[in-house]
């Protein structure tokens, strides 16, 4: 095979007379007078490289055919384009047809309505948008294993399958090997001591307990990856499988934690705005006018931070009818969230110190014995982006909450243990991967910034 130079390559330095091999995807066929012009994508950037073929090859007749979506392999030389919309073009020499496509491709030319391209999820990814969601996605995660590496924090791959329900929602996915149709029972509940694992276990819906149990030994970690949630919610910002990074540091307070979330946070602003140029124009042009606007003003300004019984107070006396009630005590929701950070604060806001009930077993209680340290941040159209404490390092009123909660310390030995050896405050937070996206992208809904979403009753591709 003729090595190739990706489209993103020949664009970057266009030398006119230069020889290339390019190798892609049609995105549409002009055929004008003894000449048909190709605009070939291969996905390492937005834009498409134009192709022009004569009747001086030898299979112009079929290539001048070549519907959208079809691959091709095309030589030739680049020259300076006379016409508009492009500065160079490939004159080709020689073109093979490796795959054609006729006119049932589902990705015709037409804007097609996100709802469709969801149905078509498998070939979604030659879209425009979805090439820009899924290079700045890319780039994204790079940038996060960077900005970690850099601050010498050690990267652990936490368990995916797990006998602990971190969170305590009771949203966690069962795995099992048990016989669905006849499950061994003992007084009528599951007896899950037959199972492939000996007890019961499921989809991890964090990796933090263990990511503690890092910190406990190397300082500063962080973790990446995918987390589960059966949380029958159908809504724009909730997945049953997402990506969480979640960062736990060793001899830290909240202020130290909601330190690094800032700086985590403008850092990947910055990113986009260094890295995904192209694409970010993209999506400042189509998608969110003002979106570039708004993200370099994130990158270059400091988070404010807000109590949440001050929040309270700000929803009690906001001139808006909430559907959901505004209460202390009560969880904020998200229109609760995205007023909050809108309205009131006009950008990134955390709000800190949370009511204890409606908070993690884990989380470190403060003096006033009702709240906890916990802090979330809420950026304007997403709303809750980001999820952190302190953690309770105190051994006896660890136990006592998790009694207090119904959680049974005997099952938690392990984590509890790192609390009676070489115990130390110390704090993390978790990003949700597909809610970052969304929001340097513009994006509105999760099921579009993430490659095959999983949503109740969806999980075809
Ligand atoms: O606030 P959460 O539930 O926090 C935790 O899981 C902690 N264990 C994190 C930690 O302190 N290490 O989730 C963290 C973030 C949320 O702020 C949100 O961005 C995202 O994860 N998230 C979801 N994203 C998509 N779909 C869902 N169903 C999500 N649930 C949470
Ligand atoms: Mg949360």
């Known amino acids: 095979m003729k090595e190739k130079t990706r489209v993103r390559e020949v664009l970057a330095a266009p030398a006119a007379g230069a020889r290339y091999v390019v190798k892609g995807w049609v995105r549409t066929v002009r055929v004008g007078k003894e000449v048909a012009f190709i605009a070939l994508n291969d996905g390492s950037c937005l834009a498409s490289l134009q192709v022009v073929a004569t009747p001086a090859l030898a299979n112009y007749e079929e290539v001048s055919r070549s519907g959208t979506g079809a691959a091709l392999e095309v030589s030739g030389t680049l020259a300076a384009s006379p016409a508009a919309g492009q500065r160079y073009e490939l004159q080709a020499e020689e073109i093979t047809i ?16 996100f709802e469709y391209l969801r149905t078509i999820a498998h070939l979604r990814p030659r879209s425009n948008t979805f090439g820009a969601v899924f290079r700045v996605r890319s780039s994204l995660a790079q940038a996060i294993h960077r900005f970690f590496a850099e601050r010498g924090f050690l990267y652990v791959h936490t368990p ?3 006998a602990s329900d971190c969170e ?3 949203e966690l996915f069962r795995v099992t090997t048990l016989d ?3 499950p061994p029972l003992v007084a009528g509940e599951v007896d899950y001591a037959g199972d492939f694992f000996g007890q019961a276990t499921g989809l991890t819906v964090s990796g933090q307990l263990e990511g503690e149990l890092f910190a406990m030994a190397f300082s500063d970690i962080y973790t990446f990856g995918p987390t589960f949630r059966a949380e029958n919610s159908n809504t724009s910002r909730h997945a049953a499988e997402f990506w969480m990074i979640e960062p736990e540091i060793a001899f830290a307070d909240l202020a130290a934690d909601a330190a690094l979330a800032e700086e985590f946070f403008r850092y990947l602003c910055r990113h986009v705005l260094d890295h995904c140029g192209e694409d970010l124009a993209f999506f400042n042009e189509h998608i969110d006018r003002g ?3 708004r993200i370099g003003n994130v990158a270059d300004s400091a988070f404010a931070m807000m109590e949440y019984s001050e929040a309270v107070e700000r929803l009690k006396r906001a001139p808006v009818a909430f559907e959901f009630p505004v209460e202390w005590g009560l969880d904020l929701q998200a229109e609760h969230e995205r007023y909050l950070t809108e309205q009131v604060v006009g950008g990134p806001v955390f709000i800190v110190n949370y009511p204890k009930e409606i908070k ?4 470190r209680q403060n003096d006033d014995g009702r709240t906890v340290a916990a802090m979330d941040l809420l950026v304007p159209k997403v709303g809750e982006i980001i999820g952190g404490s302190q953690r309770e390092e105190r051994l006896d009123l660890l136990t006592t909450r998790m009694e207090e909660v119904g959680i049974a310390p005997a099952d938690l030995w392990w ?8 115990s130390c405050p110390h704090a993390g937070f ?21 490659p095959f979403p999983r949503t109740p009753r969806h999980a075809e591709f």
Do not use: C
């Not at 496509?101 to 309505?113: G, T």
């Not at 984590?415 to 070489?422: A, E, M």
């Not at 978790?430 to 993430?450: A, H, K, P, Q, S």
């Open 291 to 293: 979106l570039i606007e």
């Open 168 to 170: 305590g929602a009771g």
């Open 180 to 182: 669905l149709a006849h």
């Open 430 to 450: 978790g990003l949700g991967f597909e809610r970052l996206i969304m929001y340097l992208t513009g994006m509105e809904n999760i099921r579009d910034v993430i």
């Open 160 to 162: 995916i399958i797990t």
């Open 98 to 113: 490796t795959g054609a496509a006729d006119e049932a491709y589902p990705l015709q030319k037409k804007r097609h309505s």
């Open 415 to 422: 984590y509890l243990d790192t609390r009676r050896w070489g």
């Open 360 to 363: 993690a077993f884990y989380m």
